[in-house]
């Protein structure tokens, strides 16, 4: 499960509970929508309040292939729990090795927040009629 919310041109996605490959294809098609309505953004992908993880490493490294929808845009992935983590810093590897920009990848929103340079981040929720997580 996911929700969104913008500030400053940066997305702010964040998923909750057990992450599943529906979760993340999901979240594309979402991501996808929000790009045709409002333009490309930064992003952050918070995954603090996942509780479990469902989605298989091979559709991690099968994702990372395709190209980016938020392309050329600075992504920070926010993973504190260790298995999320090294995940996350896989998929970021693979993004680069396949010519993406590679995310980088943090423990805590607050780091995330700094490194866009957003002081007092007062993110909104956005609607994009065509997805699940608004």
């Not at 929700?3 to 996808?32: M, N, P, Y």
Request: proline content about 3%; hydrophobic content about 45%; some cysteine.
């Amino acid at each position: 499960m996911s929700r969104g919310a913008i500030f400053h041109r940066v997305l702010l996605a964040q998923f909750a509970g057990v992450l599943s490959t529906e979760d993340i294809e999901g979240f594309d098609k979402a991501l996808a929508a929000f790009v045709s309505r409002h333009g490309v953004a930064r992003g952050i992908f918070d995954f603090s309040s996942v509780q479990a993880n469902a989605v298989p490493h091979s559709f991690l490294v099968w994702r990372a292939r395709l190209p980016q929808i938020l392309l050329g845009q600075e992504r920070i992935i926010v993973a504190p729990q260790q298995e999320i983590y090294e995940l996350a810093c896989a998929y970021a590897a693979q993004q680069r090795d396949f010519g993406n920009v590679e995310g980088q990848v943090v423990r805590a929103l607050g780091d995330a927040c700094r490194m866009l340079d957003l002081e007092q981040a007062d993110f909104r929720p956005v609607t994009c009629h065509a997805c699940c997580c608004c």
